[in-house]
Nanobody, 118 residues
């Protein structure tokens, strides 16, 4: 079992920044990758960024490239999403997802809301 908990969401004006955190606990030794996904109202869930826990591989979606960055702190078992130059269209619930060996579905956090006002 793995537990994930996101934090750092909130209300920010367009052009502002936020840093999301996702802390993993439990059987974290089985985690090999972690992802940030988001889902806006009436929209499909979108993969925003991904990282391997060894830090060797990262992915940033084209829609946020150049504005968002992802990192993982092994010492703190925490994944971060630094979001700069936020746009109204970044408004969404942001979810943390962990990929584990032997567990195709992985685990999800409860999500954190990001709202960007114009």
């Amino acid at each position: 079992q793995v537990q994930l908990l996101e934090s750092g969401g909130g209300l920010v004006q367009a052009g502002g920044f936020l840093r999301l955190s996702c802390v993993a606990s439990g059987d974290i030794s089985s985690i090999y990758g972690m992802n940030w996904l988001r889902q806006g109202s009436g929209k499909e869930r979108e993969l925003v960024a991904a990282i391997s826990t060894n830090g060797e591989s990262t992915y940033i979606a084209d829609s946020v490239k150049g504005r968002f960055s992802i990192s993982y702190d092994n010492a703190k078992n925490t994944m971060y999403l630094q979001m700069n130059s936020l746009k109204v269209e970044d408004t969404a619930a942001y979810y943390c997802h962990a990929e584990l060996f032997g567990n195709p579905g992985g685990y999800w956090g409860p999500g954190t809301q990001v709202t960007v006002s114009s």
